[in-house]
């Protein structure tokens, strides 16, 4: 097994633990960990794609590269505004549940 | 047709992504009360651009393309407008104007006060939301398609909270998360094609992709993660809650914008991305999605206690609507996906959703802002208090039914037509029976509000008169888009709204609405002082609430976490199984 096959796998890894963590993890902070790990998974994936230079049979490919980097500052921002929201649910309401309140009974 | 050289008009395109940030920004750096100024300078200025785009489509007769710094695919970027993207950039400058005129009441800041965080918040997302918009729909390559759809989450999210309560700070927050899940699965699909073909381009992509597994896996994961965004069924975990706690205005931006970003995707995928890769039974499947959106939200919305929830609701059921295009735009030996009937009428139903939701939420937050509440049972009298209001909903009720000429209208004849064509009788079904369920709250409403009150109804706040016409501007809008919508539509498939043929149609979905009305309504729907609540139901209606109970408990299921989470992982899978059994021969 070459290198570029192991950091793919590694990649795909990464996206089912991170995937696991979404679905299983109820506290919102862990879903959005869980998040990053996928998006991590994902761009390992990418960087192993651009080794294998699938372009044009190059050494290797450099626009993954550009690619990356905008997907991290995105991946960035999404967490920075997710950690937000959470500051502000857990000041209003002092908890951090997403669970929707039992409904009235009715 | 050239696909990557910059067109006259290009330049244009350039502009119309651009436009709306600059006016966030500069709003953003004047503060205070001047960021709604700018966002007022701005919304005409963006509209004529639109408008301006749309003239060089049509002089031009031809994609509109534009190259980023001159670089050509595959190392630069274009952007290009096609006809479904020229459409789609109208109709959002035309309704966020709409928009934009009916929250001066709800978000203009007040005297005497230096700066309102919500009016603030307000105008800069809207702006942010209308060029995240404009840049999902002239993207010419999946990456940057990406980055717009980050942009319009971002911009979204903050929408839902601006009240700031527990609650919907709860919604938001759910959406986020659901939405970021989504977002992941299109990037892994966007990062295994190009693995495999080397390009993100769009043309140069359709080219080169071939039906084979890892084409399925990437176009199994995106549609799955788009359809999160998208809020389809059984995926519309954050979308009742998000667009029923959001202030009005934001509803309105939200439910009539924010969900065509990723649906529009959804299309260019579909359409134009892999046109040779899905098959039939995939397509299927989202039909099939769509139809059980139409039934299940709609009969949750008719199960509503509040206004704002029951329109929430009829979102998710009009959603479903926009994905029956994809298994009739398949001609008829089902193996090819065309560009015809099926996607006008899936676009049309998408203008004439934007502009007839957006009045429908406005007017719902004119009647919660008169009254102090949107419970339906307390609607007796409203009729009167607020004629203007009241004719907004009905009207954009109408407009959602599609009975009588309107763009819901004609978008269910081509899709109808397309049915025939492709010999798939059983879209026909759904068609026709998803009006009757529209027909079903819209009467809910309209018998709630024509109730004759005993007592004098007590107005907390007046509502302003430029806002109840912005509502019906829109509402209106959207029945006549029948006529603009004349020109591409075949002529016979326009009749006479008065023939007996069609007027049976339109007294039928009135009757079936009626009839589910008075069937699954929470409070008995005729019932006056005499036959007070609990008095003997008959046996009909009792199975009828048992039916919509059973609805809402599996509205209740699909939308816990685990449960949409694992729906959505299946739903890539099965979309990706589906791909793989259905080779086209």
Same mark, same amino acid.
Not at chain 2, 520 to 527: E, F, N, T
């Given at each position: 097994m070459n290198v570029e096959t192991l950091f793919a796998l590694c990649g795909c890894a990464l996206v089912g633990i991170g995937l696991y963590g979404l679905i299983v993890q109820p506290h919102p902070l862990r879903k959005l960990v869980a998040f990053n790990i996928m998006g991590s998974g994902v761009f390992v994936l990418f960087g192993a794609l651009a080794k294998r230079g699938a372009a044009a049979g190059m050494a290797a490919d450099p626009v993954p590269q550009a690619l990356l980097i905008t997907a991290i500052v995105v991946a960035f921002a999404a967490t920075a505004v997710t950690v937000a929201l959470l500051l502000r649910l857990i000041e209003s309401t002092a908890t951090a549940s997403l669970a929707d309140e039992p409904p009235s009974g009715d | 047709m050239e696909l990557w050289t910059s067109t006259h008009g290009g330049a244009l395109l350039a502009a119309a992504v651009l436009l709306p940030f600059v006016g966030m920004l500069l709003g953003l750096l004047l503060g205070g009360r001047q960021v709604q100024r700018v966002a007022f300078v701005f919304m005409p200025l963006g509209l004529a651009l639109a408008l301006a785009i749309t003239a060089a489509w049509l002089g031009e007769g031809q994609t509109l393309v534009y190259l980023l710094g001159g670089w050509a695919p595959p190392l630069g970027i274009a952007l290009r407008a096609d006809g479904p993207a020229v459409a789609m950039l109208l109709t959002v400058a035309g309704v966020v104007c709409g928009i934009g005129i009916y929250a001066r009441a709800d978000f203009g800041t007040p005297? /005497? $006060?230096?700066?309102s965080r919500a009016a603030f918040s307000y105008w800069l997302l809207l702006m942010a939301v209308w060029g995240a918009l404009n840049l999902v729909f002239v993207s010419g390559d999946l990456f940057t398609l990406y980055v717009a759809l980050e942009l319009l989450t971002f911009a979204g999210v903050p929408l839902v909270c601006l009240a700031g309560g527990g609650e919907t700070l709860r919604a938001a927050l759910r959406y986020m998360l659901f939405a970021l899940c989504g977002s992941v699965l299109y990037l892994l699909g966007a990062v295994l094609l190009y693995g495999g073909y080397g390009t993100l381009d769009i043309p140069l992509l359709a080219d080169a992709v071939q039906p084979e597994p890892i084409a399925w896996a990437a176009l199994a994961l995106m549609t799955a993660g788009l359809l999160a965004k998208t809020a389809l069924f059984p995926l519309h975990i954050w979308l009742p809650p998000a667009h029923g706690g959001a202030p009005a205005a934001a509803s309105a931006v939200l439910s009539a914008l924010v969900i065509k970003g990723s649906w529009f995707l959804v299309v260019r995928l579909w359409f134009d991305v892999m046109p040779g890769v899905v098959t039939l039974p995939s397509a299927q499947l989202l039909g099939a999605l769509g139809a059980m959106a139409i039934v299940i939200g709609s009969v949750v919305a008719l199960r509503q206690e509040r206004l704002k929830l029951l329109v929430a609701y009829s979102t998710m059921a009009q959603i479903g609507y926009l994905f029956l295009m994809f298994p009739l735009a398949f001609d008829a030996t089902g193996n090819a996906l065309m560009h015809g009937a099926a996607l006008s009428g899936g676009l049309l139903q998408a203008v004439s959703h934007a502009t007839a939701k957006a009045g429908m939420f406005m007017a719902a937050g004119l009647i919660y802002a008169a009254l102090g509440h949107d419970r339906i049972a307390d609607l007796a009298g409203v009729a009167r208090a607020l004629p203007v209001s009241v004719l907004a909903f009905v009207l954009a009720g109408i407009a959602l039914m599609? $009975?009588? +000429?309107?763009g819901a209208y004609l978008a269910k004849k081509l899709l109808l037509d397309a049915a025939d064509g492709s010999g798939q009788w059983w879209w026909t079904i759904v068609l026709q029976g998803g009006a009757v369920f529209t027909a079903g709250y819209v009467v809910l409403v309209l018998v709630s509000v024509l109730r004759r009150r005993s007592a004098a109804l007590v107005l907390v706040k007046r509502v302003s008169r430029r806002s109840e016409f912005a509502a019906l501007a829109l509402a209106a809008a959207s029945l006549l888009l029948a006529l603009a919508a004349l020109?591409? $539509?075949?002529?016979?498939? $326009?009749?006479? +709204?008065?023939a007996p043929k069609e007027l049976a149609t339109t007294v039928l979905v009135l009757v079936g609405g009626a009839l589910l009305a008075l069937g699954?309504?929470?409070?008995?729907?005729? @019932?006056t002082g005499r036959s007070a @609540? /609990?008095?003997?139901?008959?046996r009909l209606r009792q199975a009828a609430l048992a039916v919509g109970m059973a609805f809402e408990q599996a509205d209740r299921l699909a939308r816990r976490w685990p449960v949409a989470s694992i729906s959505l992982l299946t739903l890539a899978a099965l979309f990706g199984g589906l791909l793989l059994v259905s080779v086209p021969k």
């Open positions: - | 005297l /005497g $006060v230096k700066e599609g $009975v009588v +000429p309107s020109g591409p $539509v075949p002529c016979h498939l $326009v009749s006479n +709204p008065l699954l309504s929470r409070a008995p729907l005729l @019932a @609540a /609990g008095a003997s139901d008959g």
